[in-house]
Nanobody, 125 residues
Framework: QVQLVESGPDLVKPSQTLTLTCGVS??????????WNWIRQSPGKGLEWIGC???????FYAPSLESRTAISRDAPKNQFSLELTSLTPEDTAVYYC?????????????????WGKGRLVTVSS
């Protein structure tokens, strides 16, 4: 059974940097042709894809967030991380880490099969 678990702060101040980590069990983040995503949902809004890191370490980002986003991985620990800089209250959201495999279309829900439970991050002073 594949499990993804998000960890990180619950409350961050404006202008600061958010770092979230996703621990993966039941699969390897280096398994071929799989992608590991970060997605968020702000209050009252739909799901927003932030970016992903591929099995080979390549990264892909949503154009609207690319200038503030970095996704990295620690393969020996089987985890990947999100760094989002210059936070504003509009970045308040539930952040999910998600696996994509089989029929992946980067930046879409196609192939997304395992989700973490999500972590609510509030940006407030």
């Amino acid at each position: 059974q594949v499990q993804l678990v998000e960890s990180g702060p619950d409350l961050v101040k404006p202008s600061q940097t958010l770092t979230l980590t996703c621990g993966v069990s039941g699969d390897s983040i280096t398994t071929r042709y799989q992608y590991w995503n970060w997605i968020r949902q702000s209050p009252g809004k739909g799901l927003e894809w932030i970016g992903c890191i591929a099995y080979d370490g390549k990264t892909f980002y949503a154009p609207s967030l690319e200038s503030r986003t970095a996704i990295s991985r620690d393969a020996p620990k089987n985890q990947f991380s999100l760094e989002l800089t210059s936070l504003t209250p509009e970045d308040t959201a539930v952040y999910y880490c998600v696996r994509s495999s089989n029929g992946v279309v980067i930046g879409t829900k196609d192939g997304m099969d395992y989700w973490g439970k999500g972590r609510l991050v509030t940006v407030s002073s």
